[in-house]
């Protein structure tokens, strides 16, 4: 297993450490449930360096991202981020990514930890032909979260810079704990938030300036239930590469009135199912859990867990297009009844 810059860092404070997408990272620290409530009331602090890290720079790396993204990045100005996909020539998503605009002509691509051999050989294929280049500097970046609603107030203690001017999708540098450090008002729990680009020889200072200044180590655990709270969708359970994005909650991601790669097959794609967010009467649902309409199954979980907020099992679920209440789940050979939720299961920040 590969290690993060802070490896020595979880092992010290108690981390749990388990394999995720290659990478030795901490399940949790004290519970997932006593993380995931630290970072909506307060700031959680988690090691996310497992994540890929793409440079793209060149004359032409506005018109190739336009081809090898869903999202239209010529809307980016300098210093802002976007969310979008990577499509394949079938339509489907090799990954969803975030875009950062460094400069004119210089972009930061992060990429799924899973994904990053897989996303990096697509991509320079794809680049063929336009004048750009391409840098592979994953190994190179450590990268930190700091989540929550006091997020913004306790990183202001370590920094000179202004962060009430910072909106969010802003991408800036700043001096953190007196190291330097690439910042973006971005995150993936539903709530305001920072993410430190860091060298990793900074980040195990950083991380303990961060914890000492007030931030709750958080790990996995409480990452995934709070994504799956703020109905966001993680790639392999409710994105794949046969994952058509129109036919999901995210198709405002994808632009149609530009060319990208695979537009054509991704438009002549029926929707077959619909995804649905689900709150159980009882019980946790799992990722692979049927889901009935009536007696009727008509889908599956792609992934469920316990919501510490609402205090119940919820659950995204890919069903039939024209599947309808009432549904059930089948938790441990029991049908346990569901209601239809809106997305995000809990109001984001």
Known sequence: ??????????????????????????????????????????????????????????????AFLQW??????????????????????????????????????????????????????????LSQGFAVELADISEETALLALQGPKAASLLQGLTDTDLSQKRKNDVFTAQVAGRPARLARTGYTGEDGFELFLAPEDAEAVFEALWEAGATPAGLGARDTL????????????????TNPLCTPWAWVVKKEKDFHGKEAMLATPCAEKLIGLVLEAGIPREGYRVYSGDRPVGRVTSGGYSPLLEKGIALAYVEKEAAEPFFVEVRGRKVGASLSSLPFVPLK
């Open 68 to 125: 090898a993204t869903v999202n239209d990045a010529s809307k980016l100005k300098v210093g802002r981020a976007q969310y979008s996909m990577l499509p394949n020539a079938q339509g489907g998503v090799v990954d969803d990514i975030y875009l950062y605009r460094l400069g004119e002509e210089e972009y930061l691509m992060v990429v799924n930890a899973a994904n990053i051999a897989k996303d990096w050989a697509h991509l320079k294929k």
């Open 1 to 62: 297993m590969k290690k993060t810059p802070l490896y020595q860092a979880h092992l010290r404070h108690g981390g749990r450490m388990v394999e995720f997408a290659g990478y030795a990272l901490p399940l949790q620290y004290t519970s997932i449930v006593e993380e995931h409530l630290a970072v909506r009331r307060g700031a959680g602090l988690f090691d996310v360096s497992h994540m890929g890290e793409f440079l793209i720079r060149g004359k032409e790396a506005l």
């Open 227 to 242: 994504r799956l709270e703020a109905g966001f969708p993680l790639y392999g359970h409710e994105l794949t590469d046969g």
